[in-house]
């Protein structure tokens, strides 16, 4: 399934970000993903994971008192340590992003076609070319009558369209990576469905990669070939994104997949995992899933699990991931009723 | 056996502009709750759902007739106050329900100050703890604050409220929705246990078709205000009628999916049946 052939465009190793203070809190710590080149790698976490802060450092927007260290290298480069500048020219160009709220990521007193051609204009394109190429990335992503709505400005917009204004800015630079960050998490179902669809398309028409980060397993199965699952900062499990649902290999991503409720299997109720969300700033010792795991043994509180290969292309931070190997998640489904 | 608890007769909910034309919020719309049963209402943002849960709390003026409990008390904006207490609500951010300044203790105390009949006639501290403990939290939490709890106790905490007054109707206003996942389950499980257990009916207003699945009884759709279909949950999600109906499922993302075989789909594992 893993095919070894395409070569990351994104390549994270032992990443780890600091929340400098008093007490330094490791808000990331030695995380490992990959983006493969046309591929979408889905990150997913629930609140406090770091998942957010993640998709910041690679798009070199941290906040103040945040740093990062370790290996990022983008489309071969390494990007933790280039200047400022820099790192300002491969952003909204070769690297752009989409955030959870359309209108707060566009500016409400501009009209909708300056911003999504503003990219365009930097690099000096004028007139009726970039009224052009305006409209036709407005009509790239679905948006009925563009030339009107490049006038409009966003409150006239309905909230799928907004975000569709906001992919088509994120597409107008062509990038080679664009990151999504809960892209369709304030959205109505049935318009994120199509959001959903309509990335999918663009990836395979322009062949961008893609790194989405969301807390919902339903979105990911709908579009990520590769999985990160981040528990407190640290990465509890990789793998191509069937298979790990399938058959995760850590009892987290495990428990995760069990509480999710499903729409077309009228079955028992999702299972809880007890306890709420570790966070990095009060990580448990050990494995940080132990308070909460229902393997958990002694060692799990004493030792911190290595992420692992256990499989070829799925790596486990379980101790007890071999036990796991061939062990069906508990997805309801219509047959298993 | 069934018996009517809240009957809902024509609804009509407008907005009034100052300039005198009014915005129909909600149109015409009717369903019953039976005792100790979940009706979902489920429908996208604007359609109007969270409106008609708020006129069945007080909450807005309603046009049509709202009919509650055995005597069939017809529910105004003004509502006698032993009626009120038998309704109680739950939002969807129990940061910004529960006041902040009060400790949980506090919380409860002010629940049955407002409704002195609900009122434990022994020790409060011991019948908050009872309280406590039917919601899955212990006397731990009894002196904290919201601020220090985590979402799903602040939630916990906020149906704990609701429940000490011995409702017979909680109005779950996407009580779930804000929740993390894993954390999401444990309150659905909470509030199931509720149904089963104290028989406590929930007008529950969600768009995740997944929770409406695991919780509710009966469904009913709006769309625009307007309630385009209603009916028992396995029917209605096997065989939905409205076309509308039929979009919101069609779109409902279902982990079950993967499954079947999707686009990372090789020879081996296109059989799409989990191995259980």
């Known amino acids: 399934m893993t095919d070894g052939a395409t070569p990351p465009v994104l390549t994270i190793r032992d990443l780890d970000v600091v929340l400098d203070g008093p007490e330094p809190v490791r808000i990331l710590d030695g995380v490992r993903l990959d983006v493969r080149a046309g591929r979408t790698t889905a990150l997913i976490g629930e609140s406090g994971s770091g998942k957010s802060v993640l998709g910041s450092t690679v ?138 669809d309509l990335l999918a398309e663009l990836q395979r028409e322009s062949g961008v990669s893609m790194l989405f980060i969301s807390h919902d397993l339903r979105v990911v199965s709908h579009i990520a070939d590769d999985l990160v699952v981040l528990y407190a900062g640290r990465v509890a499990e990789i793998g191509p994104a069937r298979e790990v649902l399938r058959v995760p290999l850590h009892p987290y991503t ?14 028992a109720i999702a299972e809880p995992i007890p306890g709420s969300a570790a966070s990095p700033a009060n ?55 | 056996m069934s018996e009517p608890l809240l009957e809902a007769r024509g609804l009509d909910i407008s907005y009034r502009h100052r300039r005198g034309h009014d915005d129909r919020i909600v149109r015409d719309v009717s369903f019953t709750i039976e005792l100790g049963e979940v009706l979902a209402l489920v429908g996208e943002s604007g359609s109007g759902k969270t409106t008609v849960a708020r006129a069945v709390a007080g909450l807005v003026r309603a046009d049509g007739e709202l009919l509650f409990g055995a005597e069939r008390t017809r529910l105004g904006m003004r509502r006698p106050h032993a009626v009120r207490r038998r309704i109680q609500m739950v939002f969807q951010d129990p940061r910004s329900s ?9 919380i409860l105390a002010e629940a049955w100050r407002t409704h002195p009949d609900a009122a434990p006639a022994g020790d409060r501290r011991r019948a908050s703890i009872d309280v406590l403990e039917r919601v899955g939290l212990t006397e731990a939490v009894l002196d904290r604050r919201p601020r220090s709890l985590s979402g799903g106790q602040c939630q916990r905490v906020s149906i704990a409220r609701a429940v000490a007054l011995r409702p017979q109707l909680l109005v779950c206003d996407e009580a779930v929705s804000a929740l993390d996942v894993s954390v999401q389950a444990q309150i659905l499980r909470l509030l199931v246990d509720l149904k089963r257990n104290e028989g406590i009916a929930m007008l529950f207003i ?19 205000g307007a309630l385009v279909e209603q009916g028992e949950t396995d029917a209605l999600f096997r065989a939905p009628q409205h076309p509308y109906t039929q979009t919101l499922l069609a779109s409902a993302l279902d982990l079950a999916e993967v499954a079947g075989p999707g686009r990372d789909a090789t020879p081996e594992n296109q059989d799409g049946k989990p191995q259980t």
């Open chain 1, 59 to 196: 798009i070199g927007l941290l906040p103040d008192g945040m740093r990062a260290e370790g290996h990022l290298e983008f489309a071969g480069e390494q990007l933790l340590g280039l200047s400022e500048r820099r790192r300002a020219s491969f952003r909204g160009s070769r690297i752009a992003m989409i955030f959870q709220d359309p209108l707060a990521a566009l500016n409400p007193s501009q009209r909708v076609g300056r911003q999504v051609g503003e990219v365009l204009r930097r690099r000096g394109v004028r007139g009726e070319r970039l009224r052009g190429a305006v409209l036709s990335l407005l009509e790239r992503v679905g948006i009925p009558r563009p030339a009107e709505r490049a006038r409009a400005f966003p409150h006239q917009l309905s909230g799928g369209l907004r975000q569709r204004a906001v992919i088509a800015m994120a597409l107008s630079g062509e990038p080679e990576l664009i990151i999504a960050d809960e892209p369709t998490t304030a959205l109505d179902v049935t318009v994120q469905k199509r959001i959903l």
């Open chain 1, 283 to 337: 990580r448990p010792s050990g494995c940080a899933f132990h308070p909460r795991c229902p393997l958990a043994q002694e060692i799990c509180r004493a030792a911190v699990p290595e992420l692992s290969e256990i499989e070829p292309g799925r790596f486990s931070a379980c101790h007890f991931a071999e036990q796991l190997r061939g062990v069906p998640a508990a997805i309801p489904t219509e047959e298993a009723r």
């Open chain 2, 98 to 106: 529960l006041n902040p300044r009060m400790t949980v203790a506090q």
């Open chain 1, 254 to 267: 495990r428990a995760l997949a069990a509480s999710v409720p499903s729409v077309h299997a009228a079955s």
């Open chain 2, 206 to 224: 969600t768009h995740d078709l997944g929770v409406v699945r695991q919780i509710a009884d009966r469904v009913a759709v709006m769309e625009k």
